[in-house]
C-alpha cells in the first residue's frame, strides 16, 4: 500500500485510490463539485485542485490522480488557493445572481464553497448567457442557467439508475445538459439528481418554492411505502410534512430513494380521516370517540367469536399488529392474517420468508434468478443494488416472469411456471449456470407466491435453492422479495390465523356467505371489497380509501409520519418510525385505539404504554428486542421445509404492481403521484409512456 504525505499527515492509502480519497480518510477537506464516490470519475469542475510532488508544475486534480508512493500534497498552498479562486471565479462567469429565489439557498454546494475557497470580486463583466429550460417530468424542475456542467445527473441516470436519458451536448459556452428530445425522465429513481444537484439547476418540482431549509423541523425515519424499509428524512414546517430525503444506510437504501417514498408525502394532506366515523342509514356520520368504539363494541359482544376476523394491511405497524392479535385471542377468535394478498407464506419458517442473502448481500452473489417479480417497480431501490452488481460484471440474471426493462441485461426464460420445474430438476440450460455458480440466488417476488399455486411455486423455488447449491453454510441464496412494509413484522408477529381459524381468503369467502358477520380491517385497503357481503366492517386507518368507503365504523389512525412505530422490512431487518409531525384531528396512535377498544369490550389489555406494547413484541419474536433495532436477525433454513413442490397453473406470473405511482392510499391520494400516472402510465403530456415491455435493459 503506497504511503504518502498531505499536508504533513503522512496517509497509508490502497493501491488505486486517488489523492482525493486518501485525504478523505484523514479528514482534510478538498472542495468538490463533480466528485461523487459512487459515480464514476468526470474530473470536469476542476475544484480539487491541489499542489503535488514530485510533479508537474500546474496543479493536479485530486479527484483523478492517484495516489502513489512518496508522493507529497498540500491542499492549502498558495498555489492551491489560488487556483481553486481561479476555477470559482470561471464558474461564476454565467452563474446567474439569484440565490435569493433559488431554492437551493441555504443547502447549495456552489454558495458554500463560493465562500470559502472563492475570491470576493470578479474580473468578468460581459453579459452571462441563457439556457433554455428542460422538461424532465413532473418531480425535478429545470434552470439550466444556473448549471455547472459537473455531469453528475448524467452518471447517475446511466450508471446507477440504468436509463441513459440524459447527456451534454455542444462545446464551451454552448455547452448543457438536456434529455436529447423533450421528454420525460423514465426512471423510479429520477429525483435523486435534485439531491446530487451542487447548484440550482435541478430542484423537486413538487417543494418548490414551498419552503426553505432553516424553517425545517428534520427528523429521521424510515420509509413504509415498499418493503425495502430505506432510510429517510422527514423534512415539517409546522404540522405538515414538506418533503422526504434520503439517509445513508450503506445496507439498505445506500443514498438514495425511489421516487414515490420521496414524492407520495404530499398524499399525506389528502383524503385524511381526522375523526371517527359511524354508518347510519347507509350513511356515514362524524361521531365522537365514545359513540364509535361503543358501536364497535357493542357489535364485537353480540357476536359469537367464531365469526369475527380481522386482516392487516400493508402499513399497518407491528405495534397495531400484536395488540390486535392480543385482542382476538382474548374474544377467542383465530381468524386472523396479515397477507392480504393471499401469499403462500409459512409463518413457523422465517428462511421461507425472508430476503435471506439481505440487499447489501446482493453485491456477493455471482448468478440471480427473478421468479415472479417486477424488482424495478416492486423495488426500485432493490432493483438498483442489483445492477450495481451487474456493472461488475461475470453476473448472469435469468428472469422467469414478466418481459420488462430492468435496466441492466437479463436472460429470459420465458412465462410459463411449469419452466421452474424444469429448473429443479436440472433440464433447463440456466439451472447450469446456478449450479456452476459459488453464490447463486434465487429471487421469488409476490407474483408468483400470491397466487392459487403459491404454495407450489415455493416448493419447487426452494427445491431449485437447494439443488443448485445456493444453500450453504456461509449463504442463504433463497431470497422472497416483499410488496408490504407491514408483511414480515406481521409474520414474525404472529398475525396469522390461529388452530382452526381462517385465512384471508377463506376470511373473504365466509363474509360473502355470511359466515363472518365482523371484519376488522387494520388498514387493510388491498382486498376486494365487494367480497365483505353483509359484514360489518370496522375499519381502522389514515385514508379514506376502499376500506373506509366500505366501513360502517371507522376509527382514525395515525400514518407513519405521525408515530412512533415499528417495521420489519424484506429481509428481517427491525426498523421504527419516529413522529414527525402529529397527526391532524383526532387521529389517535394505532396501538393506542385498539387498546381502548379493549376496555371497551371489558377485556382489557395489560399494555398501557408505548413500551409495554414493545416488550409485548419482544415476548412475541426476538427480532423486535431493542438490541436488534437496525440490524438482521438471520433465519436459519430447513432444507425441505417448503415441501415437495406441487401442481403448477399454466397462468403466467405477473407482478402485483402494475402502476408504481400508485400502490397503498397514501400514494393513491398523492396529486404528485397522479401527474406522474398521467404521464409515465397513460403516457399524457409527452407522448412518452412508461409501460416497460418487450426491452431487456
Given at each position: 500500500m503506497p504511503k504518502l504525505t498531505i499536508d504533513g499527515i503522512e496517509v497509508e492509502a490502497e493501491?488505486?485510490?486517488?489523492?482525493?480519497?486518501?485525504?478523505?480518510?484523514?479528514?482534510?477537506?478538498?472542495?468538490?463539485?463533480?466528485?461523487h464516490e459512487r459515480l464514476s470519475i468526470a474530473g470536469n469542475c476542476r475544484m480539487c485542485l491541489v499542489e503535488v510532488k514530485p510533479g508537474p508544475p500546474?496543479?493536479?486534480?485530486?479527484?483523478?490522480?492517484?495516489?502513489a508512493e512518496g508522493m507529497q500534497v498540500w491542499t492549502q498552498s498558495d498555489l492551491a488557493k489560488k487556483a481553486r479562486k481561479g476555477v470559482m471565479e470561471f464558474l461564476l462567469i454565467n452563474h446567474p445572481l439569484d440565490c435569493p429565489i433559488c431554492d437551493q439557498g441555504g443547502e447549495c454546494d456552489l454558495q458554500d464553497q463560493a465562500m470559502a475557497f472563492g475570491s470576493d470580486h470578479s474580473r468578468y463583466v460581459e453579459?452571462?448567457?441563457?439556457?433554455?429550460?428542460?422538461?424532465?417530468?413532473?418531480?425535478?424542475?429545470?434552470?439550466?442557467?444556473?448549471?455547472?456542467?459537473?455531469?453528475?445527473?448524467v452518471r447517475f441516470i446511466t450508471e446507477v439508475a440504468g436509463v441513459p436519458e440524459l447527456g451534454m451536448i455542444g462545446r464551451g459556452e454552448h455547452a448543457e445538459i438536456t434529455s436529447y428530445v423533450e421528454k420525460a425522465l423514465t426512471s423510479e429513481l429520477s429525483g435523486?439528481?435534485?439531491?446530487?444537484?451542487?447548484?440550482?439547476?435541478?430542484?423537486?418540482?413538487?417543494?418548490?418554492?414551498?419552503?426553505?431549509?432553516?424553517?425545517?423541523?428534520?427528523?429521521?425515519?424510515?420509509?413504509?411505502?415498499?418493503?425495502?424499509?430505506?432510510?429517510?428524512?422527514?423534512?415539517?414546517?409546522?404540522?405538515?410534512?414538506?418533503?422526504?430525503?434520503?439517509?445513508?444506510?450503506?445496507?439498505?437504501?445506500?443514498?438514495?430513494?425511489?421516487?414515490?417514498?420521496?414524492?407520495a408525502v404530499d398524499g399525506l394532506r389528502y383524503q385524511r380521516l381526522d375523526r371517527p366515523y359511524v354508518r347510519e342509514d347507509g350513511t356515514l356520520r362524524p361521531a365522537?370517540?365514545?359513540?364509535?368504539?361503543?358501536?364497535?363494541?357493542?357489535?364485537?359482544?353480540?357476536?359469537?367469536?367464531?365469526?369475527?376476523?380481522?386482516?392487516?394491511?400493508?402499513m399497518a405497524d407491528a405495534e397495531a399488529m400484536v395488540l390486535l392479535k392480543d385482542l382476538m385471542a382474548a374474544m377467542g377468535s383465530p381468524n386472523l392474517d396479515c397477507r392480504q394478498d393471499g401469499a403462500a407464506l409459512d409463518p413457523t419458517d422465517r428462511a421461507g420468508y425472508l430476503f435471506n442473502p439481505t440487499i447489501a448481500g446482493i453485491e456477493d452473489a455471482d448468478a440471480l434468478l427473478i421468479v415472479g417479480s417486477d424488482p424495478r417497480w416492486e423495488a426500485p431501490i432493490l432493483n438498483a443494488r442489483i445492477r450495481k452488481r451487474y456493472l461488475k460484471g461475470k453476473f448472469p440474471i435469468g428472469v422467469l416472469g414478466p418481459r420488462t426493462d430492468l435496466t441492466y441485461k437479463v436472460q429470459d426464460l420465458g412465462n410459463d411456471p411449469k419452466t421452474l420445474e424444469a429448473l429443479a430438476g436440472g433440464k433447463h440450460d440456466f439451472a447450469k449456470v446456478l449450479k456452476e455458480a459459488e453464490r447463486?440466488?434465487?429471487?421469488?417476488?409476490?407474483?408468483?407466491?400470491?397466487?392459487?399455486?403459491?404454495?407450489?411455486?415455493?416448493?419447487?423455488?426452494?427445491?431449485?435453492?437447494?439443488?443448485?447449491?445456493?444453500?450453504?453454510?456461509?449463504?442463504?441464496?433463497?431470497?422472497?422479495?416483499?410488496?408490504?412494509?407491514?408483511?414480515?413484522?406481521?409474520?414474525?408477529?404472529?398475525?396469522v390465523p390461529g388452530e382452526g381459524g381462517r385465512d384471508t381468503a377463506a376470511i373473504l369467502d365466509g363474509a360473502e356467505k355470511g359466515d363472518i358477520q365482523v371484519v376488522y380491517l387494520l388498514g387493510a385497503d388491498e382486498i376486494d371489497t365487494a367480497r365483505l357481503g353483509e359484514a360489518f366492517v370496522i375499519y381502522q386507518g389514515h385514508h379514506g380509501d376502499a376500506g373506509a368507503n366500505r366501513a360502517d365504523v371507522i376509527l382514525p389512525g395515525a400514518a407513519y409520519t405521525e408515530k412512533n412505530a415499528t417495521y420489519v422490512n424484506t429481509e428481517g431487518r427491525m426498523q421504527r418510525t419516529w413522529l414527525a409531525v402529529h397527526p391532524p384531528g383526532e387521529v389517535r396512535e394505532d396501538w393506542k385505539i385498539i387498546r381502548a377498544l379493549s376496555a371497551a369490550i371489558d377485556k382489557p389489555l395489560a399494555q398501557n404504554t408505548l413500551d409495554d406494547v414493545r416488550a409485548r413484541l419482544a415476548e412475541v419474536s426476538p427480532t423486535f428486542a431493542d438490541a436488534n433495532e437496525g440490524a438482521v436477525v438471520p433465519a436459519a433454513y430447513k432444507a425441505?421445509?417448503?415441501?415437495?413442490?406441487?401442481?403448477?397453473?399454466?397462468?403466467?406470473?405477473?407482478?402485483?404492481?402494475?402502476?408504481?405511482?400508485?400502490?397503498?392510499?397514501?400514494?393513491?391520494?398523492?396529486?404528485?403521484?397522479?401527474?406522474?400516472?398521467?404521464?409515465?402510465?397513460?403516457?399524457?403530456?409527452?407522448?412518452?409512456?412508461?409501460k416497460r415491455t418487450g426491452t431487456d435493459g
Open positions: 493501491a488505486g485510490m486517488t489523492i482525493m480519497q486518501a485525504a478523505d480518510l484523514v479528514g482534510i477537506e478538498i472542495p468538490r463539485f463533480c466528485y500546474k496543479p493536479a486534480a485530486a479527484c483523478a490522480l492517484p495516489v453579459h452571462k448567457r441563457a439556457v433554455a429550460e428542460k422538461h424532465l417530468g413532473p418531480l425535478v424542475k429545470t434552470a439550466m442557467t444556473r448549471c455547472i456542467h459537473c455531469t453528475r445527473c435523486n439528481i435534485v439531491d446530487l444537484c451542487p447548484v440550482g439547476a435541478l430542484t423537486s418540482a413538487p417543494y418548490a418554492f414551498h419552503a426553505r431549509p432553516w424553517e425545517l423541523h428534520k427528523v429521521e425515519s424510515i420509509d413504509v411505502l415498499d418493503a425495502v424499509g430505506s432510510s429517510i428524512r422527514v423534512d415539517a414546517r409546522g404540522n405538515a410534512v414538506m418533503r422526504v430525503l434520503p439517509r445513508l444506510n450503506e445496507d439498505v437504501n445506500e443514498e438514495w430513494l425511489g421516487d414515490k417514498s420521496r414524492h365522537s370517540w365514545e359513540e364509535a368504539l361503543r358501536a364497535v363494541a357493542g357489535r364485537l359482544l353480540a357476536t359469537d367469536a367464531d365469526k369475527v376476523a380481522a386482516l392487516a394491511g400493508d447463486p440466488l434465487i429471487l421469488v417476488g409476490m407474483g408468483a407466491l400470491a397466487r392459487p399455486d403459491g404454495a407450489a411455486v415455493m416448493g419447487w423455488a426452494r427445491r431449485l435453492a437447494e439443488s443448485v447449491g445456493a444453500i450453504s453454510d456461509d449463504w442463504t441464496g433463497f431470497a422472497v422479495l416483499h410488496t408490504a412494509a407491514a408483511r414480515v413484522g406481521g409474520l414474525e408477529a404472529g398475525f425441505g421445509a417448503g415441501g415437495t413442490g406441487g401442481r403448477l397453473e399454466a397462468a403466467p406470473f405477473a407482478s402485483p404492481v402494475t402502476n408504481y405511482y400508485m400502490t397503498d392510499p397514501i400514494s393513491r391520494a398523492s396529486r404528485t403521484m397522479a401527474a406522474c400516472t398521467d404521464v409515465y402510465i397513460n403516457g399524457a403530456g409527452d407522448g412518452d409512456s412508461k
